[in-house]
């Protein structure tokens, strides 16, 4: 499907983890990564340096059915030719650590469709995407397989909503209520009924995007009638700067916030704060290179 994309001008200039720009030159597949492949990145993979889960954890996976098991796997090397697969070694860990209602999303941007594919085949459904041209080329690679759940998670620019909608059954990124009227607007003429979370800034950064917990206070009371969005909850993402002393009482603001709203839902927690936004509740973590390793594509 072609992209729709709307004459409108660009949103302001965002932190380098929301650029939606095409990558010049950057292949979307490569062929599958084997252990090895993987092996470098995986070391650095801030799950490996993870605690053991607590007894009776529960599994945060996606997939229904599978969050009974307990206990962690036995640690084994990257290194250690014998060993599982770290793609799905990372996950089972995952699986494992999440605490009960709290689900994995799982980051695949700046990844090829071929890991996706393998995530997929270890059980994966919900993936994460923040470049609309990006997404497309995997989206078609992968659309022999059934129940993916995609969700949008980068900076969305008015001009690719419609394409953004068409392609995304969930946005995190809902950062104005002028984006909110436009996404509601399109989705009505497009019959889709979109589940939204609404960004939100706690710590003031002109650089950033996301409502102010002030203006989200404000905006609420016509956001909530914006059918047929259904905003499920509040997305946050941890400043560059906050040191992991700090990130609890951001997290617990969001969650206090949301509760405020009456929204059930957080989409909090990425590679290197995910422990602490799911102490705080959330009930998505967002993570790429805990899972995936390094992007092979930048941003
Ligand atoms: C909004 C958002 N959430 C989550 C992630 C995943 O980050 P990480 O690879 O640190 O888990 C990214 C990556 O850029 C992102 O932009």
């Known amino acids: 499907m072609a992209a729709a994309v709307e004459p409108e001008p660009p949103g302001p200039s965002q932190d380098p983890r929301w650029r939606d720009d095409p990558i010049p030159g950057a292949p979307l597949e490569s062929p599958p990564s084997t252990p090895d492949s993987l092996g470098s990145a995986a070391r ?14 529960r599994i945060g996976c996606d997939r229904p059915g599978h969050g009974s098991a307990t206990s962690p796997l036995p640690a084994a090397s990257l290194a ?40 997929a085949a270890l059980g994966q459904r919900s993936f994460a995407e923040s470049r609309l041209q990006e997404a497309q080329a995997k989206q078609e690679a992968l659309a022999d397989l059934p129940g993916l759940d995609w969700h949008f998670i980068g900076r969305l620019q008015a001009n690719k909503a419609r394409a953004v909608l068409r392609r995304f059954a969930t ?59 259904r905003p499920l909850g509040l997305m946050t993402i941890a400043p560059l700067g906050l040191g992991p002393g700090e990130r609890p009482a951001l997290f617990a603001a969001c969650a206090a916030l949301a509760q405020e709203l009456g929204l059930a839902e957080l989409s909090m927690g990425m590679s290197e704060d995910w422990r602490e936004a799911a102490a705080a509740g959330s009930t998505w973590v967002r993570l790429g290179s805990a899972l995936f390793g390094a992007r092979s594509t930048p941003g």
């Not at 995952?94 to 209602?101: D, F, K, N």
């Open 44 to 57: 650095q993979s801030p799950l490996e340096t993870g605690a053991p889960p607590g007894p009776g954890e």
């Open 80 to 119: 250690d030719p014998g060993g599982p697969d770290p793609l799905e070694r990372r996950l089972e860990q995952l699986r494992h650590q999440l605490p009960a209602g709290t689900r994995l999303l799982a980051v695949s941007k700046g990844q090829p469709a071929a890991l996706i594919r393998r995530a």
């Open 171 to 229: 946005i995190h990124s809902v950062d104005s209520l002028a984006l909110a009227e436009r996404l509601a607007r399109i989705a009505a003429e497009e019959d889709l009924s979109p589940a939204v979370f609404l960004q939100v800034k706690l710590r003031p950064d002109p650089a950033k995007a996301g409502f102010s917990p002030d203006d989200l206070r404000q905006a609420w009371p016509h956001l909530r009638t914006l059918a047929p969005l």
